[in-house]
């Protein structure tokens, strides 16, 4: 009578005993750090140096000139660019680094720029446009020079007290940088905006494979259907129940946010707070202008 043996492959480990996590796994995730951190030095960089471009135009008896929608969008590339450029140099990034960032964000602009002016697109199109196409091409420019990211010669972010608050919650700070200025002013976002809040879950989800179970991505599914439709109403609906509408929207996102933030599914929960805070903010100031 023979006795078979099952041999199995061992499972690498690291020297605490954990299975160790495959290097491009791991070299993914830790690049999710510098590209959070360079998109904190943008949105700096525009709410810090927005208010010297309305003093300049202002002095220069141009203020007109920043309504443009193209202008505007302009001055908030170049506030954004300065902003990652002193960071990435903060970082000790080469220049040629910093020349490749610089063009990633200005290229959206650049691409926008000319439909608008022939007239075939509207404002709010190169707006949303230049602010969506940012994200992924600085996130391209940081995953081709991983390698500068994942090692920068510069000083490591903040420690202490300051530090250990930024570690745990920048997600919250994040979102309150880029909603500061809606308090200041009394612009409602465009309805079809609201379209974005259940297509990054999708999109996230998807990336994440967290949407394989049918159950999941029905609900996240629904979820788009949902929103869709309240766009739709409030594009068409008279005020003030559109801008009622578009309110009751992000407010209902926000806290769709802190659910799936409670639970851990489907998106990290660092984007859950980012999100909850910045829909809870933006609905916020929807409100204010009733």
Not at 98 to 114: F, Q, T, Y
Not at 144 to 164: S, T, W
Not at 166 to 184: E, G, I, Q, Y
């Amino acid at each position: 009578m023979t006795e078979t043996t099952t041999r199995t492959t061992p499972v690498p480990r690291t020297t605490t005993g954990t299975p160790a996590v495959a290097a491009p796994v791991a070299g993914r995730r830790r690049l999710v750090r510098p590209v959070l951190e360079m998109l904190a030095a943008m949105v700096a960089g525009m709410l810090l140096l927005d208010p010297f471009w309305a003093v300049a135009a202002d002095r220069l008896g141009r203020t007109g000139l920043l309504d443009r929608p193209d202008v505007g969008v302009a001055v908030m590339a170049v506030d954004m660019a300065i902003g990652m450029t002193v960071w990435m140099r903060y970082r000790r990034h080469p220049w040629s680094g910093v020349g490749e960032m610089v063009a990633a964000m200005l290229l959206p602009l650049a691409l926008l720029a000319v439909p608008w002016w022939a007239g075939l697109i509207g404002a709010d199109t190169l707006m949303l446009g230049a602010h969506l196409l940012m994200v992924p091409a600085t996130v391209a420019v940081v995953w081709r020079r991983r390698d500068e990211h994942l090692h920068p010669g510069g000083p490591a972010p903040a420690a202490g007290p300051l530090g250990g608050l930024l570690r745990r919650r920048w997600p919250t700070l994040l979102a309150l940088l880029m909603t500061v200025d809606m308090w200041f002013t009394s612009n409602v976002p465009s309805a079809w905006l609201l379209l974005v809040l259940p297509t990054g879950y999708l999109v996230v989800g998807a990336y994440r494979r967290r949407l394989g179970d049918g159950r999941a991505l029905a609900v996240q599914v629904a979820g788009a259907l949902v929103w869709g439709g309240v766009a739709v109403v409030a594009a068409t609906a008279a005020e003030p129940l559109a801008t009622w509408l578009l309110a009751a929207g992000w407010l209902a996102h926000s806290a769709w946010d802190v659910v799936h933030h409670r639970l851990d599914r489907v998106v990290p929960r660092g984007y859950a707070e980012w999100c909850a805070v910045l829909d809870a903010a933006v609905g916020v100031a929807i409100l204010l202008t009733l």
